[in-house]
């Protein structure tokens, strides 16, 4: 028994070993995995088209799967194209006008910041308060021009390298047509012993990216509307600006929303204390929509990770890879977890 119990702790030790080389094999190649991560977005958002367009009816219309992916992707050019012709023009239109209001904007910053320091100059504040009030202001500002710089950046670099544009559709294509075949082979590869056990993984990790996906696409555009009316009913400008970027923030698990709220309290309170409350109580009260009635229908619990656990993926993976860490924290999380627990059975 006790050489059995060794056998199987070796075992145990050797696949966590394994698992770990493998993340670090992936940090490695971080930038080659880019376009496969990206297609694995665009197969979990077209494969239920697919489905649906090429399953037997009553599930489906019956169409051959070929020509149904054919179709899922002129659909989705279709819609890419729409939203550049009809939603873009006007945030770039409005983001161009934030752009020019900036310098305004921040003399006001820096007038109300002359303000407070001159406020509570006249106390009795040990300096080490006031360095640490100075150095939390500027650090701020730091991270908000560094994420956006390097979330830019990111966009150019991907859009730069056009050979792994190119292979993003050609990738998609093939995992919605033979994602059988794929699998298959790929499980032919290992070991029979390990097969059962790669299988019970995958097919987690499928369950958990697949309803992320669904949810959190859900859970972007019903925030990011429930934002944009609100601060337009409220008078606040850039709401259309404020209301994208709450729909972007939301990917970010835990913190995301209240990144998303930064830049129209500081636009609203520059205008007015007042309106800044307002604005305030506005994404409190879509925050507790969100979390009591659309989280529990949408998402229920499904990534099953604590938020401590997010928040220590979010500082890691923002580390480690940049502003994308942010995003995909949550999923890479959940991945781990469900790898773990299953090779330390």
Not at 195 to 200: A, D, N, V
Request: hydrophobic share 55%; with cysteine; glycine share 6%.
């Amino acid at each position: 028994m006790e050489f059995i119990a060794r056998k199987e702790n070796q075992t145990r030790i050797v696949r966590v070993v394994a698992l770990i080389v493998l993340l670090v094999f992936l940090y490695f190649v971080q930038d080659i995995i880019y376009p496969i991560i990206i297609s694995l977005i665009l197969f979990y958002i077209l494969n239920p088209v697919v489905a649906l367009l090429s399953n037997r009816w009553p599930k489906g219309l019956g169409i051959n799967r070929t020509v149904s992916i054919l179709i899922a992707f002129v659909l989705f050019v279709v819609f890419v194209s729409l939203f550049f012709r009809f939603i873009i023009p006007p945030f770039a239109k409005e983001f161009n006008h934030l752009v020019e209001n900036i310098p305004g904007y921040l003399n006001g910053a820096q007038g109300m910041l002359d303000s407070v320091q001159t406020w509570y100059a006249g106390y009795q504040i040990p300096d080490r308060i006031k360095d640490i009030v100075a150095n939390s202001i500027t650090g701020f500002v730091n991270f908000i021009a560094v994420f956006v710089q390097q979330t830019a950046s990111g966009l150019v670099n991907i859009f730069s390298q056009f050979l792994k544009v190119i292979v993003i559709p050609v990738i998609t294509f093939y995992l919605l047509k033979d994602k059988e075949k794929l699998y298959s082979g790929a499980m032919e590869l290992l070991p029979k012993n390990h097969r059962h056990k790669t299988e019970q993984i995958l097919e987690q990790i499928n369950t958990v990216l697949t309803n992320y996906v669904k949810g959190e696409l859900i859970l972007c555009s019903v925030v990011g509307l429930m934002v944009g009316i609100g601060l337009y009913f409220l008078g606040v400008k850039f709401f259309l600006i404020f209301g994208l970027i709450s729909a972007i923030t939301e990917f970010i698990p835990v913190i995301g929303p209240f990144i998303g709220a930064v830049p129209a309290v500081i636009i609203a309170f520059l205008i007015s204390p007042a309106l800044a409350l307002k604005v305030i109580i506005l994404y409190l009260l879509v925050q507790a929509f969100e979390n009591s009635l659309l989280v529990p229908r949408i998402m229920g619990d499904k990534m099953n990770l604590h938020p401590v656990t997010v928040i220590l993926a979010i500082l890691i993976l923002g580390k480690l890879i940049g502003p994308w860490g942010l995003f995909f924290a949550a999923p890479i999380m959940a991945i781990i977890k469900i790898t773990y627990l299953e090779l330390s059975n």
